[in-house]
């Protein structure tokens, strides 16, 4: 079955970085979009960053010219890379599959999305 591991979450003060990893297994992860969403306390999970499988790219505008995403078809991972976090970031993130394959595919509209790990923690202290 469907299996997303994410992992890479932690603490960090304003203005640090860091890399969160989704492991996929269970299916052909080359085919498939993969996305970024996250959610803070109190509120509603947003879309963060997609990533097609040709590698095109889309970003929330919160998040733009700070957070890379990327993957490695050969290691079935999806990377999230986050430079210049802010107290804002702070939420849990969940990597996701769209219910959707094919080439050059990407959204951030999370009913797109049908799998979804477990999430992992990213706190950016003041």
């Known amino acids: 079955q469907v299996q997303l591991v994410e992992s890479g979450g932690g603490s960090v003060p304003a203005g640090g970085s860091l890399r969160l990893s989704c492991a996929a297994s269970g299916y052909t992860y080359s085919s498939f979009c993969m996305g970024w969403f996250r959610q803070a306390p109190g509120k509603e999970r947003e879309g963060v960053a997609a990533?097609?499988?040709?590698?095109?790219?889309r970003y929330a505008d919160s998040v733009k010219d700070r957070f890379i995403i990327s993957r490695d078809n050969a290691k079935n991972t999806l990377y999230l890379q986050m430079n210049s976090l802010k107290p804002e970031d702070t939420a849990i993130y969940y990597c996701?599959?769209?219910?959707?394959?094919?080439?050059?595919?990407?959204?951030?509209?999370?009913?797109?999305?049908?799998?979804w790990g477990q999430g992992t923690q990213v706190t950016v202290s003041s």
């Open positions: 990533i097609s499988t040709y590698r095109a790219t």
């Open positions: 996701a599959r769209t219910s959707r394959s094919g080439p050059n595919y990407y959204t951030l509209v999370q009913s797109d999305y049908n799998y």
